[in-house]
């Protein structure tokens, strides 16, 4: 089967940086995506991580690294509006083209 | 404006009243999908299409079927609702696979009495 962990809560501060683990377990792999969602809206999309390495994109950036089934979403210069729920999420080969979230962690941001 | 749409938002019913929950999409994607976000859940797949009359079970599809005879729609459909069926449910879509980026719909609130 596939599972991936991540930590149900983190708090910061504006400005700070902030990082969002994310383990997982599948039989196969083909990447791993982060979703944020605000509270009760719909989740948008962030990125992408295909192969090993950081991919950034503005404030935010995400890492993966498959040999350890570890990645993170890294989020600097935290704004009051980053506070929101983030979801990793994997396709495993062995569930076909379906997407698997995390249980998602809230971010809270304060002044 | 790309989006994804679903009908209705919020939703009362009682058990066992079939009811329906539309998407639909005006991106010309051939990959939907429908979850269930329950809380401490995180967001579970309940089915998915890669295209027009191709649909496949996600991780609980139990009590739920769907459809695709064309591209732009994918509905819900509960025949039988029962009480473990309320939930926040989202529609969504992407160009061909769901790594890639999925463009999620508004919710809809579901209440089965």
């Known amino acids: 089967g596939q599972s991936l962990e991540q930590p149900s809560e983190v708090t910061a501060v504006e400005g700070a940086i902030v990082q969002i683990n994310c383990t997982y377990q599948?039989?196969?792999?083909?990447?791993l995506s982060w979703y944020q969602q605000h509270d009760g809206g719909a989740p948008t999309f962030l990125s992408y991580?295909?192969?090993?390495g950081l991919e950034e994109t503005g404030r935010f950036s995400s890492f993966l690294s498959r040999s350890d089934s570890y990645g993170y979403l890294l989020l600097q210069e935290l704004q009051m509006k980053d506070s929101a729920s983030y979801f990793c999420?994997?396709?495993?080969?062995?569930?076909?083209?379906?997407?698997?979230f995390g249980k998602g962690t809230t971010l809270s941001v304060s002044s | 404006e790309a989006q994804v749409t679903q009908n209705p938002r919020y939703l009362i019913t009682v058990t066992g009243k079939k009811l329906t929950v539309t998407c639909s999409q005006n991106?010309?994607?051939?990959?939907m999908s429908w979850y269930r976000q329950d809380p401490g859940l995180g967001l579970r797949q309940i089915y998915y299409?890669?295209?027009?009359?191709?649909?496949d079970k996600g991780d609980v599809p139990e009590g739920y079927k769907v459809s695709r005879k064309e591209k732009r729609n994918f509905p819900l459909i509960l025949e039988s609702p029962s009480p473990n069926q309320t939930s926040l449910y989202f529609c969504?879509?992407?160009?061909?696979?769901?790594?890639?980026?999925?463009?999620f719909g508004p919710g809809t609130r579901l209440l089965v009495l």
């Open positions: 969504a879509s992407s160009r061909r696979t769901a790594q890639e980026t999925q463009y």
């Open positions: 599948t039989s196969g792999f083909y990447g």
């Open positions: 991580n295909a192969l090993d």
């Open positions: 999420a994997v396709r495993d080969h062995q569930a076909g083209t379906a997407l698997i």
């Open positions: 991106m010309n994607h051939e990959y």
């Open positions: 299409s890669m295209n027009v009359e191709v649909t």
